[in-house]
């Protein structure tokens, strides 16, 4: 393979990026979204206001509880043994730091762009455990030029090298690998919420206008300055006092707000609350649609399913490809990297999968133990089955009695059952005629072999089941006759 084939040549650390120009002399990486460095000069503290309006704060919320919800689960990477253990090793490790919890936190990098956590390990023995994560302020953060995480601190605010297999980071919503602050939601909320916000300004203004008319006062040519002051101070009591004076020969008239309704402020306001909901639900329905009834309902829930998978995919594959691994390798080397997934699938609807279920052992299948408890929760024993479901157990006509009656169809639900049982030992029973029939030179000698071996011919158990089969038919006959059927 040609040397050029191996290396990245599209790369961003060698400041070649005409995009961003000479950058291997920056200490950091500025980041490449524009309404940020015009907007908050490069800071994300101006997307911590936009999270302070009401809508944005619900919507992402909703957002944000729609994946924590979601169960997690730890699948091994393999079936081996060692797999097996580094899968529960993980999945303890998760439940000890409450993954629910740190889950959450990464979340508001969907919504800034990137987030970073530090994991906090500890020594349990020979092994290396978590001890926390802590999901820390992004603005601490930023990245060098090779794309490498660094820690701004007052002594160094152009940022500290960090350890390896420490810090936990993702980045999302950018439409490159070149950007390592991604493109989080808050840039495209930001504009419907500056919108809103001025909107409202300009509509207590109008309300203040409609509840409080504009006293306007004319005075006579030539009046003076000083009668001109006295006018202005009465017009501004009218605000506050009952009755007012006014020089002589002087006009006060109130200027009433001659244009009725709201202005079309509400409409503005309702508009941008949608564009928010569009923005970070993919619908309006569930904080828009009225009382009961949430719109086309089929093809939107309170959160789409593709959103809530796409925001806890991005926060499992991170953890996996960090936190996980790291963990796996310094505990159990060797072994497949187990996988955290968070299951928001839709569970089969019990009494579908138990139709189905149903339909499938009707074929001639039954279900294992394990398989009823994994799909039906739950425990569950076996128990002494009807006489008909057992009857390769050889139940006594005496204990048969006892057993509850069979129904309508019993002498063919019998029938089947019998077959079923017996099918084995007719196997064996038809092999062993069939490997004297291979052995045969001639039909004489076949005829004379199969009359002298009959009584070594593998028919005990099968005799066993049909006498048990008869026995239940018997029992039946008397059941239904004892029934008057």
Known sequence: MKHELKNEI????DGRDITRGYVDGLPLLPSTDRLLALKGNGDVLIYQEVLRDEQVKACFEQRVRAVVSKPWEVKPGGDKRIDKQAATFIEEQLKKINFDSVTEKMLYGVFYGYAVAEALYAADGSFIVLDAIKV????????APDMSLRLRTSTNPMGEALPDKKFWTFATGSDHDDEPYGLGLAHWLYWPVFFKRSGIKFWLVFLEKFGSPTAVGKYPSGTNDTDQNKLLNALQAIQTDSAITIPEGMIVELLEAKRGGTA???????????AIARATLGQTASTQGTPGKLGNDDLQGDVRDDI???DADLVCMSFNATVVKWLVEWNFPGAALPQVWRKCEDDEDANQQAERDERISKMGFKPT?????DKYGGEWVVVNAPVVADIAGLPSPQSAQFAEPLPSDGMDALANTLGINTATHWD????????RVDAATDLTVLQQDLVASFGDLPTDELVRVMAAGLALAELKGMADVADGN
Request: proline content about 0%; charged content about 35%.
């Open 428 to 435: 064996a029973l038809i092999a062993s005629v069939k490997k």
């Open 308 to 310: 809530v998978k796409a």
């Open 10 to 13: 599209a790369t961003t650390r």
């Open 264 to 274: 079309d402020y509400t409409a503005l306001y309702d508009r941008m609350d949608a």
């Open 136 to 143: 820390r302020d992004r603005r601490r953060f930023g990245f």
């Open 369 to 373: 133990l394990k398989y009823i408890q």
